[in-house]
């Protein structure tokens, strides 16, 4: 239920997403999510954006990464609502702290999901980081993800970060995708398996090739060097991840014994790679 319920919370937010881009005149939408000079080169003016600005008592010329518009046009929406056009202002501060909530819970999951990973390489080579219940394996990794990330906030800004970010997030909607295709096969629901396989299959693709551009023609050319260096070990751990779940899909096809798992439900019987 719960899932479900962050999928429909998570389409509706995409939805007002759009509607909110379309509010809002294409050159003041242009002017807040692009640099200065991609604005000026689009040769456009802004229209209503200082009077929003004024509105909302925010800066919001040249502010890319699409949160900033969805508060801006969420925040216009509302204002057209009767008695509330002097409440612009705190829709634009309450829906950017909405988003910010939502980034949070993201950095969270994936971090979570990160660790995992981590501790799971580490006992390849330490069996013991392999129990998932050994406390120190847990306290360990956990230290050195979360150090991860508060030396990346610590030494860079958000234009470097979001990317890797972006790249983390997308890899970790994949492997959810995955996941559920493995467990739509184990289930004995082949024909329905398709649904996530391949929205999971073409995501993975995307955010590759998305990865290896960062790389090669940000990061690199930048000097950003340890950026680059995540970038590919979180490509590399999701390589695993592909490789591990195209070897148990094989597996799960060809396996035709049905047995009934511990809450009584008709599954495929567990076979060992």
């Known amino acids: ?27 003041d939408y242009f002017a807040i999510n692009a640099p200065a000079d991609k604005f000026a080169a689009l040769g456009m003016s802004v229209v209503d954006l200082p009077t929003l600005e004024k ?10 990464g699409g949160s900033v518009s969805l508060a801006v ?33 993201a950095v969270d999951a994936g971090t979570r999901v990160g660790r995992f990973f981590l501790q799971e390489m580490i006992g390849k080579v330490i069996p013991k980081f392999g129990d998932k219940n050994w406390w120190p394996g847990i306290v360990v990794t956990s230290f050195l993800f979360t150090g991860a990330w508060g030396y990346l906030v610590y030494t860079g800004d958000i234009s470097s970060i979001w990317p890797l970010f972006g790249i983390s997030n997308q890899l970790l909607a994949s492997v959810t995708l995955l996941i559920g295709t493995t467990m739509l096969l184990r289930m004995n629901k082949t024909k329905y398996a398709w649904i996530t396989a391949a929205p999971g299959i073409f995501m993975t693709f995307i955010t590759f090739w998305a990865g290896i551009w960062l790389i090669l023609y940000q990061y690199i050319p930048t ?17 695993f991840v592909i490789i591990g779940t195209l070897r148990r899909w094989s597996v799960l096809l060809k396996e035709t014994k049905i047995v009934r798992d511990p809450y009584g439900d008709e599954v495929k019987e567990i076979v060992q790679e």
């Open 223 to 239: 000097q950003k060097y340890l950026l680059a260096s995540l970038s590919v070990l979180v490509m590399v751990m999701m390589g």
């Open 1 to 27: 239920f719960v899932g479900y319920g962050a999928m429909l919370v998570e389409g509706f937010v995409a939805i007002m997403a759009l509607i909110a881009a379309c509010v809002l005149v294409p050159a």
């Open 73 to 105: 046009g969420m925040a216009h929406i509302f204002g057209q609502i009767p008695w509330m056009a002097h409440l612009m202002s705190y829709w634009y501060h309450f829906a950017i702290m909405f988003e910010a909530v939502f980034i949070l819970t």
């Open 55 to 64: 509105e909302v008592a925010e800066s919001l010329m040249h502010r890319p």
